[in-house]
């Protein structure tokens, strides 16, 4: 999911927090622990660190994290690394978008953390490697970020082993399969998700009834997952959920549910699916949307007059729809946030609005 980002992240805590006691070494008594030390050395050894790799992350420098690690000098102080203060373990690792290059093994050190709760691996280059079934030994993992780094093959049914999860994140890796994974069984081993990004993952398979049992689901990302069937209604309606993506599923059956006041979703993207059913006015009352992508829904009619009102839109994208009518005079005064306004492509007659031009955060506008 690249249009939103929901303001949780465990890993920018987590980072904070080791630049912080980094600042501070002279007031800190704890210590890494010499195994801890050895063992993240060896992970460094087991990879080329690559400069001209270019990550999804282009405001986080590469190889910033690993240059600080030095066997000479305490662990627990090392970028991206949080230790448990009292014990010296190592509880947390980011190491995205470190130009990292080649294969993650069964045997790389990284699995000797056993007590390891986030991991954060994304935007590297891991060659085709495919995602290793000790990551099921790393029992204590609540957030697991394996994006954009190059995997392949199929999703080791042990990561199902990983009950703690809060965040799965396996997006974006072109080459990966659910295998004999169904996402049923996912979603029933780990009942504590709040997000569950699986982006390009193919499991060619319907959505399971049961995530609507995740009660803490903040933001779902399904986009080109090969989904099949109909989407359950009641997701749309968790009482956390924030963002949900379902894009470039064409066999996939969207019909939105009838919303009330207090929904606070932030972003629905259903674009590139087999829309069904009609825009209910009801979905006015998601006044806190900031991306709203209905591009490639088959929709057809005039615009309900609602979208125009939506005043926290930053994303609108209708195009490639059968819409048609005249755009409203007003459209560049209630949208006032608007980044990206796409509407070609549709059968609208009539003049374009002259208030387009107050859209002054305008910064890509599709209308043929």
């Known amino acids: 999911m690249k249009k ?63 240059a600080t690690w030095n066997g000479s000098t305490d662990c627990c102080f090392w970028s991206g690394v949080r230790c448990d203060t009292s014990s010296g373990h190592v509880l947390g690792l980011d ?33 085709y490697s495919q995602i290793p079934p000790r990551f099921g030994q790393l029992s204590r993992l609540t957030h697991l970020d394996l994006s954009d780094s190059v995997f392949s ?6 990561l199902l082993l990983l009950i703690n999860l809060e965040s799965l ?24 998700l709040r997000q569950l990004h699986l982006d390009w993952v193919e499991f060619n398979s319907s959505v399971p009834e049961s995530l609507t049992n995740l009660s803490s689901l903040t933001s779902l990302s399904l986009s ?29 059956t969207v019909s939105l549910p009838q919303y009330g006041s207090g929904n606070s979703l932030r972003l629905l993207d259903i674009s590139f699916t087999n829309f069904s059913g009609e825009l209910s006015d009801s979905i ?9 992508d209905l591009g490639s829904c088959f929709l057809s009619g005039a615009v309900p007059s609602w979208i125009w009102k939506l005043s926290q839109l930053t994303y609108l994208d209708l195009s490639y729809n059968n819409l048609d009518g005249q755009l409203p005079i007003s459209l560049g ?4 946030n608007l980044t990206l306004l796409e509407l070609g492509s549709n059968k609208f007659s009539g003049r374009i609005p002259s208030s387009i031009g107050n859209l002054r955060r305008l910064e890509s506008l599709g209308l043929s």
């Open 284 to 292: 006015g009352y998601l006044s806190s949307l900031e991306v709203l």
């Open 169 to 192: 994140d396996l997006s974006g890796n072109y080459h990966i399969f659910a295998g004999k994974l169904e996402m049923k069984s996912l979603v029933q081993a780990m009942p504590n």
């Open 224 to 252: 080109g997952c090969r989904l099949r069937g109909g989407f359950p209604r009641n997701i749309f309606q968790l009482p956390n959920i924030r963002a949900i993506d379902v894009s470039d599923n064409d066999e996939l």
């Open 4 to 66: 939103l980002i929901i303001n949780h992240n465990p890993y920018l805590t987590f980072y904070l927090v080791s630049c912080c006691f980094v600042g501070s070494h002279s007031l800190v008594s704890f210590r890494c622990l010499s195994d801890q030390s050895y063992a993240l050395l060896q992970f460094k050894q087991e990879f080329e660190i690559n400069e001209s790799y270019s990550s999804s992350d282009a405001s986080r420098p590469k190889n910033v994290v690993m």
């Open 153 to 158: 093959g199929n999703i080791p049914p042990e």
């Open 95 to 127: 190491l995205s978008n470190c130009g990292l290059q080649g294969q993650l093994s069964a045997n790389s050190s990284l699995f000797s953390f056993d007590q390891l709760q986030q991991l954060n691996l994304a935007s590297n280059n891991f060659s």
């Open 333 to 336: 005064e209630n949208l006032a």
